[in-house]
């Protein structure tokens, strides 16, 4: 069997064929089939919004994950004088500074340590907030 056997041959069209109709709105017709952008003004300010939110949310998890300690104050001196559960530092400055602990301070000498490790004459820094009267509530005292 040969191969044109199998094909079929269509008619030509003569120059009698009649015109291909072409519609009076062509430009239309073309904006209407052509493709569509698949975003808008909208869909760029939902896409602005989403990557603000997940950059807020990321920065509030790298800064509790790396972020800095809390707010507070730190003072460094030398101890004066522990009694009890206040520690009484005389700061560079020749100020002295009320200490106040609680069962919630780290005290540390090279480890975790209570107050009673310190004594008059050792370097300290203490970490806390300071109340009204000047007295700071320490969260950390460091000796050395």
């Known amino acids: 069997m040969r ?9 030509r069209i003569g120059v009698d064929a009649p015109p291909i109709p072409i519609p ?3 430009a239309g017709v073309r904006a209407a089939t052509a493709p569509r952008r698949w975003w808008n003004r909208t869909t ?5 919004l989403a ?8 920065g509030a998890a790298a800064q509790e994950r790396w972020g800095t300690e809390p ?17 009484r530092v005389r700061t560079a400055a020749g100020e ?16 975790t340590a209570t107050l009673d490790r310190l004594s008059a004459g050792q ?17 950390i005292v460091t000796a050395g």
């Open 3 to 11: 191969a044109d056997e199998d094909t079929e041959v269509l008619p």
């Open 24 to 26: 009076d709105n062509l």
């Open 44 to 48: 760029v300010a939902l896409a602005g």
């Open 51 to 58: 990557l603000a939110a997940g950059g807020f949310v990321g």
């Open 71 to 87: 707010a507070g104050v730190t003072t460094s001196g030398t101890v004066e004088r522990v009694d009890g559960t206040t520690l």
């Open 96 to 111: 002295t500074v009320t200490v106040r602990t609680d069962g919630t301070t780290a005290v540390r000498l090279a480890q």
């Open 123 to 139: 370097e300290v820094t203490v970490r806390g907030e300071t109340d009204g009267e000047g007295v700071v509530t320490a969260t």
